[in-house]
């Protein structure tokens, strides 16, 4: 592990820790500093010519500040002779616009793919992305994992039985399959329509769930508009417990307020992205994924398989 080096930027620094300490490795020291202006000082202060480094940082809110801290973060180790950088992200910003689905309007997921490649990264490491064909928009190796595992070993501890994994939407039925799979549980589908990007009205609930325990599975909560009418739908069908495991919480606006009024019973989700204290609830229990990382991080060090580790 000589040379392998660890480092973080400001986004998530209680997940690196987490990370290092599974590796049993220390964080690298680096100075993240702010110009009077706003712009961002980076400086590297150990060397790192010739070594296996490894840049952690999600591009979570403020989305821009964290991912231009990440580029110039690359930049500095690209430049100070860095022999691979790869850059852990696991939560992957700009995700949503992943395709034109509108006349005249960017597909942003491409153009930070771009960006990072451009930046100095050699590969990127991420969890669960919001659509999988984003690994597509690299012209470098991504690394793909899934929080299905860890959140699954936590949630058994709950010992809840009579289960149906329920997808929030069509889009999201590839992960609640791997979720029903594992749990050995029914499958079922949300049917519903957006009225606005983050406004939905749930129509209809495809599969058996009456006197169930339910669960939803999906990857973001943002505004957690459509996991409460999910949650809604499901409770006026006939469900008992209403569980969710979201493994990104990015919980804006009046996220927490929603579930907390909500027929949600608790919420899981991942360390991917911090949580704010003002963000805490009772409803809300955090999984982490430190352990997933650093297995990854140190199979890609010494170049072994990692499909074991983001096989569905």
Known sequence: MDSLRIFSGTANEKLSKKIAKSLKVKLGKIIVSRFSDGEIGIKIQENVRGKDVFIIQPTCTPVNENLMELLIILDALRRAS????TAVIPYFGYARQDRKDQPRVPITAKLVANILYGAGANRVLTLDLHAGQIQGFFDIPVDHLYGINPIIDDF??????NLVVVSPDVGGIKMARAYAKRFKAGLAIVDKRRNTPEATEVMNILGEVKDKNAIIVDDIVATGSSLVEAAKALKKAGTKKIYATITHGILS????GKINESCIDCLMITDSIPLAAEKKSKKIKVVSVGSLFAEAIKRIHFEKSISVLFDQ
């Open 82 to 85: 860095a022999s691979r950088i």
């Open 156 to 161: 058994k501890k709950t010992k809840v039985d």
């Open 253 to 256: 606006n009046n996220a927490i």
